[in-house]
């Protein structure tokens, strides 16, 4: 998760939200991602799928059982969704997500009857390093939009 949380922090550095996430396939990081869809113009390059996709091309497989992902946020549809297909043994996250989370927060989707694999879930590990990362950059978010309104008010009243 440490390393997750490494990943989250340079999204960060790019403007992105602050989320990373691992694939750990028999003691090993298989693979790597952090959020990106601003900067590849990609709305499914979330952390999750882009460690998954990665961790698909290091095994030759798209099917990653017996692997753990791990993420800093609780995943949302899309990444859980992606997560059950790719047969994810173990899912384990950071911090809540209580408007899009699915994993507790929104939905259980982990233990829905109708799905053909189970994911152990674990949440919770470092919430409170991964919380106050997604905290810190969106508080930095909301005075750079207040800045821009000022200095728009400023040159608004020279014209």
């Not at 990943?7 to 602050?18: C, H, S």
């Not at 996250?93 to 009857?113: H, I, L, N």
Request: charged share 20%; proline share 3%; aromatic share 6%.
């Amino acid at each position: 998760m440490r390393e997750a949380l490494l990943l989250a922090q340079q999204a960060a550095a790019v403007g992105e939200v602050p989320v990373g996430a691992v694939v750990v396939y028999q003691n090993e990081i298989v693979g790597r991602g952090y959020n990106q869809p601003i900067t590849t113009q990609d709305a499914t390059a979330h952390a999750e799928i882009v460690a998954m996709r990665e961790a698909s091309r290091t095994l030759n497989n798209y099917r990653l059982v017996d692997a753990t992902l791990y993420v800093t946020l609780e995943p949302c549809s899309m990444c859980s969704g992606a997560m059950i297909h790719a047969r994810v043994g173990r899912v384990v996250y950071g911090a809540t997500e209580p408007k899009a989370g699915v994993a507790e927060s929104r939905d259980q989707f982990f233990s829905q009857p109708w799905l053909n694999h189970r994911a152990e879930v674990t949440a919770g590990v470092l919430a409170d390093e991964s919380s106050e990362l997604l905290s810190n950059f969106f508080k930095m978010r909301r005075e750079q939009k207040r800045q821009a309104k000022a200095a728009l008010g400023e040159s608004s009243a020279i014209d």
